[in-house]
């Protein structure tokens, strides 16, 4: 997460000030922990954001909207290796003429190599999750329509969280199946398909494809997301263990929370007669995805979120883990979170 030390906070004056007269026993910081997006929300303007070429923005009611065939497109910094999960609101799409949209995201604006947004025709919330292969990646909104047509998408919240270690192996499918096993029944299948895991049934009995992923460590609660990148019949079925819910009929990307402990299996099935693509399977720790990594070399003192003092422990507003806390209530495009730290 960006580490930002020049902000105001007069709401932790009186605490700075106890911490600075305690003496030279250690050292104080603050660090501000935020969405990645800058003006993410568009509450005055369309700033920080690139407007891609022959592509017609306007600023409407505290959204961006994009007239015709374009996009527009913003850098954040992202570190190697970690996760990363991006969210938008979609709050309205023309439909006379019909207009769509989709998110990407990538090391450039085009082509999106971490992630090749799904085509969506309504106003909807969609989020996806990325693995940083650079220091900087992209967030791209783009509408479909016509080059200098009149179809218009508006939009809105858009935010980018650094996401909870990932307990499952190679939940990206990037080369293979590594890690999962085919466990389908008579003629269904699961097979790697260009980056996906596809299943493939024929009916909703004895010919069901099934993909499992055996002894994933698991604690309390974990949740799973995934993103349906194609489906051409039947209902994806979510299991982990015994417990099962029903989920995606459509494209798109889904989430779910199981209560779990010690060690589990994840599976998913296709029940009813058609195929199905898998990617970016995240199973993580708690009731949400969603992180804020502390910096290296300090304790955590106190945590203030949005200005409150925060309370430690699972049951309350954050919990402290490896270099990162997790708050309760999953962060959104205006969250601001505040660490005291003390210097080890």
């Known amino acids: ?106 090391t450039d604006y085009y082509p999106p190599n971490l992630h090749d947004g799904v085509t969506h025709f309504a106003a909807g919330t969609v989020s996806a999750t990325f693995t940083a292969i650079t220091t900087t990646s992209v967030i791209v909104l783009k509408t479909h329509g016509t080059t200098g047509g009149t179809q218009t998408v508006s939009w809105d919240n858009v935010s980018v969280h650094e996401v909870a270690p990932n307990l499952v192996t190679n939940g990206t499918f990037d080369s293979d199946l590594t890690g999962w096993t085919d466990n389908s029944s008579g003629t269904g299948s699961a097979v790697y398909d260009a980056g996906t895991v596809k299943l493939t049934s024929a009916d909703s009995g004895s010919n069901v494809g099934r993909v499992e992923q055996l002894s994933i460590a698991t604690p309390s609660m974990v949740t799973i997301s995934y993103e349906v990148t194609a489906i051409t019949g039947g209902q994806v079925y979510v299991y982990l263990d015994a417990a099962v819910q029903a989920q995606a009929w459509t494209t798109g990307t889904y989430s779910v929370t199981f209560s779990a402990d010690g060690t589990s299996t994840l599976f998913f099935r296709l029940i009813g007669a058609g195929t199905v693509n898998i990617d970016n399977v995240i199973v993580t720790q708690g009731n949400h995805h969603a992180i804020h990594s502390t910096p290296y070399g300090y304790e955590i003192k106190d945590v203030y979120i949005d200005g409150d003092l925060a309370r430690e422990g699972e049951a309350y507003d954050y919990t402290v883990h490896d270099g990162y806390i997790k708050p309760t209530i999953e962060p959104t495009a205006t969250t601001e979170t505040c660490v005291i730290g003390v210097r080890k």
């Open 1 to 106: 997460m960006t580490v930002k030390i020049t902000k105001p906070a007069l709401n932790l004056r009186e605490e700075l000030a106890s911490l600075r007269n305690q003496g030279s026993a250690y050292e104080e910081s603050k660090f501000y922990l935020d969405n990645l997006v800058t003006n993410g929300t568009f509450d005055s303007d369309t700033s920080g954001w690139t407007v891609g070429s022959n592509t017609s923005v306007s600023h409407s009611s505290g959204n961006l909207v994009i007239q015709g065939n374009g996009y527009v497109y913003q850098w954040v910094p992202t570190v190697v290796g970690k996760t990363y999960v991006v969210e938008i609101e979609v709050s309205a799409v023309s439909s006379s003429p019909a207009g769509s949209w989709e998110l990407r995201v990538g």
